[in-house]
């Protein structure tokens, strides 16, 4: 099971939405490795750094529980629980965390993640926390339900490492397009990165801004939105707002369904 930067940023993503919809302060996630083991990569909220990195294996502790049973698993205080084990309560006794739960997220009926949330007092969290942290998941499954297409689109049209390269070579010459000043040479610029688009597609379907594309081209790189700022010159925030106007006109919920979107619709390689 392969993961790369822009799963990452699902995860991150999710749990910033899980923070907001919960309103818990703590929250963190991450994927499955090989065989049922789940480390946890991000973090959001969180006092130290206790959690990093942690390995947990199915059947162990809350999220290893709900690796296991593939449902959403809650404890109102983790280190005096009787439903799960302990072999965690040392980092989660260092972050101080007492109210947990623990969503799973399922693509295909398989396991790929979990996401968490957390409190640091010992209170029941309740239905509407956990219908906010599922949904939380279920964009994460949709993001990964595309991007595997994505890959096994890509590795059936024999689009390996040198296809990667072609999107960064798109993406680093709309960004050089952005601080060129003479209009004919930038408009040559911008032919060129037309000349590596799926022209088989036809003319795009869905209008897009410049702007809006040079973020996607970014995004579909694996830029974060503050990288994708310092190559186009502004602020994170402004990535993040054209960001968001190209994913409401590609009718896509994540940056990872927006990229697919837009590579369908003929704007980026």
Same mark, same amino acid.
């Not at 799960?84 to 965690?88: C, F, G, P, Q």
């Not at 509407?128 to 998941?137: I, T």
């Given at each position: 099971m392969t993961t790369d930067a822009s799963d990452a940023v699902e995860i991150r993503d999710a749990l910033l939405r899980l923070r907001r919809g919960t309103g818990l302060p703590v929250a963190f996630g991450g994927l499955l490795e090989a065989g049922q083991q789940m480390r946890i990569s991000e973090l959001s909220g969180t006092a130290t750094h206790a959690l990093r990195s942690l390995v947990v294996t199915s059947g162990t502790g809350l999220g290893g529980k709900t690796v296991a049973l593939a449902r959403p698993c809650v404890v109102t205080d983790y280190s005096a629980s009787r439903q799960?084990?302990? #072999?965690?309560d040392a980092p989660v006794g260092a972050e101080g965390l007492r109210s947990v739960l623990a969503v799973p997220v399922v693509v295909r009926h398989r396991v790929r993640g979990v996401l968490y949330g957390a409190l640091r007092t010992a209170l029941p969290l309740g239905g509407?926390?956990?219908? $906010? *942290?599922? #949904? $939380? *998941?279920r964009d994460v499954e949709r993001a990964l339900v595309v991007r595997d297409e994505a890959r096994t689109l890509a590795a059936a049209a024999g689009s390996g490492p040198g296809w990667e390269r072609v999107r960064e070579a798109h993406a680093a010459l709309r960004a050089l397009a952005t601080r060129v000043a003479d209009p004919e040479l930038r408009a040559e610029l911008l032919g060129a990165c037309a000349l590596l688009t799926d022209e088989s597609a036809g003319p795009p379907r869905v209008r897009l801004a410049p702007r809006e594309v040079d973020v996607l081209a970014c995004v579909a790189s694996g830029a974060t939105n503050a990288v994708a700022a310092e190559r186009l010159g502004v602020t994170p925030e402004t990535v993040k707002g054209y960001l968001r106007s190209a994913m409401r006109k590609l009718r896509a919920r994540t940056r990872g369904e927006a990229v697919v979107a837009a590579r369908r619709a003929g704007w980026l390689p």
């Open positions: 799960i084990s302990h #072999e965690y509407r926390m956990l219908d $906010a *942290a599922v #949904e $939380a *998941a």
